[in-house]
């Protein structure tokens, strides 16, 4: 395609020295990267620096970035008071392993915008608080199977690595010991999902779900769908987790699962509420998290949950706290804002596109996907999936090269506190260049 040939002229034109040193990269790291996404062809820019909506490469490119370290920096980049208190934690120390001061403030902090979050256990990462969950969702219940989305993705645990990717009948990776134990639901299916729920019930320990799917493709839940399978859960006696670590605190100052009137077992939380530093959150119902007291329960009733050496160091919980804070402080016109930018931008990409596209997502985030002949809605990762995925690269990086706008090719965009209506304006340009350049 001549159009995607001139961009990658382009983008090499611009980044002889992210080239050189991403050959370095092959070097030491298995495909040059060190998370199998952020890879894209003909090779990844290498990243020197960031401030506020802005990434810069090591060739002084600045790319407007819609990335936001994984969705998590919703204040941007380098943001001044999380810089000032970490700078501050910095000159009394970032590493001893010992409870701080710095984790009961942010705890404060979840515990009264999160209803359910009566006690909270920290770790290093959201796939380690989906492990711990599924950890304590097992011993509480006896029971060994867990029920997950088809597309929804919790981290790289082996208790949830199935169905994550198309088509989902194949094994997501070899060395895999625990598929067995997990099934998969259609998202947004009710009817079927419950038929599936029903002929495991007697061994189900809990349901898992993301009310937005991330990696699945920006696709959000129906109320209806998330409170049919809490009921089920609930009369099974059968734990319902929310996986809140892309949504918690992206829409308002707390949880997704508040504006809809449900009331998950367990809620697990990452990105935002660590402020742009390693973090992963699990946190319940007291009559549940009570499971992981070594003083309570002897080791054959106890769930080892939570922890890790860097697990609520001083630094992070200074981020994660300063974070909320600045957050709370702006109120309801930060989420007021962003949330009107998301909706302004699908509105703006679906007519730009004159019905060739649907593009999903809910206040902040959105997803542009390219129909195939066989798709007309977007309800589920299986939908998602049957979209054109390459035009869809091609779009993004379209984007990078021509245009110095950052999405991880094929993923999903997120608005941040630092993005102006003048980005929505540059967006709405570069796919008039690309539907020019990158016709049928």
Not at 69 to 90: A, E, P, R, Y
Not at 254 to 268: E, F, I, S
Not at 330 to 355: A, C, H, P, Q, V
């Amino acid at each position: 395609m001549i159009g995607m040939e001139d961009a990658i002229k382009t983008y090499r034109l611009k980044t002889g020295k992210s080239a050189k040193l991403f050959e370095k990269s092959k070097k030491y790291h298995v495909d040059g990267v060190h998370h199998n996404i952020r890879f894209f062809e003909p090779y990844p820019f290498v990243t020197k620096s960031a401030n506020r909506k802005f990434l810069i490469d090591v060739d002084s490119n600045k790319y407007v970035d819609y990335w936001m370290g994984h969705w998590s920096l919703i204040l941007g980049h380098t943001q001044k008071k999380i810089v000032s208190q970490i700078k501050k934690q910095l000159s009394y120390d970032w590493m001893h392993g010992t409870l701080n001061k710095n984790s009961i403030e942010l705890s404060e902090k979840i515990s009264k915008a999160v209803p359910v979050a009566e006690k909270i256990r920290y770790a290093s990462t959201g796939t380690e608080a989906t492990m711990y969950a599924v950890r304590l969702a097992r011993t509480i219940t006896k029971r060994k199977t867990i029920a997950k989305i088809d597309g929804g993705w919790h981290g790289y645990t082996t208790d949830l690595l199935k169905t994550v990717n198309w088509p989902f009948h194949k094994s997501e990776s070899s060395g895999l010991t625990d598929e067995k134990h997990i099934i998969s639901l259609p998202y947004n299916n009710l009817e079927k999902s419950i038929k599936i729920l029903k002929m495991k019930k007697n061994d189900l320990a809990a349901v898992i779900i993301e009310p937005v799917l991330g990696g699945g493709g920006c696709i959000p839940a129906t109320r209806e769908y998330l409170l049919g399978i809490q009921e089920f859960c609930h009369k099974n006696n059968i734990l319902f987790i929310l996986d809140e670590i892309v949504t918690g605190f992206r829409f308002r100052f707390g949880c997704l699962y508040n504006t809809m009137k449900l009331d998950p077992d367990l809620v697990t939380l990452g990105k935002i509420v660590g402020g742009g530093f390693p973090i992963g959150v699990i946190c319940g119902k007291n009559e549940l998290m009570k499971y992981a007291s070594t003083s309570i329960f002897s080791k054959t009733d106890r769930a080892y949950i939570g922890g890790g050496t860097f697990s609520a160091n001083p630094l992070t919980m200074m981020a994660g706290s300063t974070m909320l804070t600045t957050i709370k402080n702006k109120g309801n016109l930060l989420y007021k804002k962003l949330n009107s930018f998301g909706i302004e931008t699908r509105k703006m990409l679906d007519k730009k596109f004159g019905g060739s596209v649907i593009t999903t997502g809910i206040g902040s985030l959105f997803l542009t996907h390219f129909l195939s002949d066989s798709t007309y809605e977007i309800n589920n990762a299986a939908d998602a999936a049957k979209c054109n995925i390459k035009k869809l690269h091609d779009y993004h990086f379209h984007m990078i090269a021509k245009d110095g706008i950052f999405f991880l090719p094929g993923k999903l965009g997120a608005f941040s506190d630092v993005h102006t209506k003048s980005d929505i304006a540059n967006l709405a340009k570069s796919t008039d260049e690309f539907l020019t350049k990158f016709k049928k």
